[in-house]
């Protein structure tokens, strides 16, 4: 998704650190400090929603599922996770691709609706290139329109196709002498009478900064300030 790059640090107003003199205690009482701090930290990153607290679904339990249905059982299981820090784009899926600035713990930095959609095509099993030449995926949302367009996978949302799980439904697509998309996000069904896909975003701000999130009858996407169009859907290869 594309908007502008925020970073804080701290709530408002903790640029001030107050410092008190601190007693000694016995060793006993600071080893249950430390104990109650230490799981209330991991109680903190559980709710988060960190990379450790969202695994992919393992082969077992997607078996016996079909290629689209991986997608879309794949997408869901990431849904809550968010960014780490929070208020940055530091997030497992740019990192799994090696994209982006680096963080910490193996995380790296980009914005990352187009980078979590390719994370879950290739962990269904869908076969494509990650790079940057002509018919690659990569973190640019528009790249899953000119993969779709270069092996006849491109479904205009105007052409009355009703979208599978595990396509993937291209927003606000500008074809000028630059193409680009505003985002895309994972179908996981097109129920009728709706004017849009149900689907999981990566990179949503619904919720919170930069999480994964649903999207219900989802025609149009808000970024930043605009309001941008379903525009189609690229296939995943039969």
Known sequence: MSRPLVETHGRA????????????????R?????????GSVAAYHGMVGTSHSFPAPN???????????????????????????????????????????????????????????AWAWREAGVQFTYGYDPGDLNGGAVSFYEWAVAN??????????EAAPGDIAVYGLSLGAVPHAAHVAIVVRDLPGERGPDV?????????FSAVETGGDQRYITVGDKRYLLAGYARPPA
């Open 13 to 28: 107003g903790s640029g001030v650190r107050i410092y008190r003199r601190r007693r000694r205690r016995p060793l006993r």
């Open 30 to 38: 600071l080893v249950l400090i430390g104990a109650v701090i230490a």
């Open 59 to 117: 082969q077992a339990s997607l078996a016996g599922l079909s290629v689209p249905e991986r997608i879309a059982a794949i997408a869901k299981s990431q849904v809550g996770y968010t960014t780490d820090p929070s208020s940055t784009y530091c997030n497992k899926f740019s990192g799994f691709w090696g994209a982006g600035d680096s963080c910490s713990h193996g995380d790296t930095a980009e914005e990352w609706c187009a980078d979590f959609a």
């Open 152 to 161: 006849g996978r491109w479904q205009p949302a105007t052409s009355g196709y």
């Open 200 to 208: 999981v975003n990566g990179d949503g701000n619904q919720t919170a």
